[in-house]
């Protein structure tokens, strides 16, 4: 079993910055593609980036964003740590949501049906 544990939410004005991290316990998460989604008041839930095993933020082929978190969003992983990382800066108010870490064992399972939830930390930012 695999327990993913997110911190690193809070309260930030816009034009701000939070990076939030999600460590998983067990013994795959190197194997393992890893993701971040968010959720608003009222909205579904939405994929905001994923990054494959092995990658890195340095290897552009590793890593998928969302449109509205590009160029501001990135995802990083440090296996030795089993933890995932999304620094976020440029905050804006409707990046407000609960953000949820995810993991599966390819990075399409990540995008699809992620095998493993976090409970979700939540970020709000002020205009």
């Known amino acids: 079993q695999v327990q993913l544990v997110e911190s690193g939410g809070g309260s930030v004005q816009a034009g701000g910055s939070l990076r939030l991290s999600c460590v998983a316990s067990?013994?795959?998460?190197?194997?393992?593609?890893m993701g971040w989604y968010r959720q608003a008041p009222g909205k579904e839930r939405e994929l905001v980036a994923v990054i494959a095993s092995g990658g890195s933020t340095r290897e552009i082929n590793n890593t998928m964003y969302a449109d509205s978190v590009k160029g501001r969003f990135t995802i990083a992983r440090d296996n030795a740590k089993s933890t995932v990382y999304l620094q976020m800066s440029s905050l804006k108010p409707e990046d407000t949501a609960v953000y949820y870490c995810a993991l599966g064992r390819y990075a399409i399972t990540v995008v699809t049906s992620p095998d493993y939830w976090g409970q979700g930390t939540q970020v709000t930012v002020s205009s």
């Open positions: 067990g013994s795959i998460f190197s194997s393992s593609s």
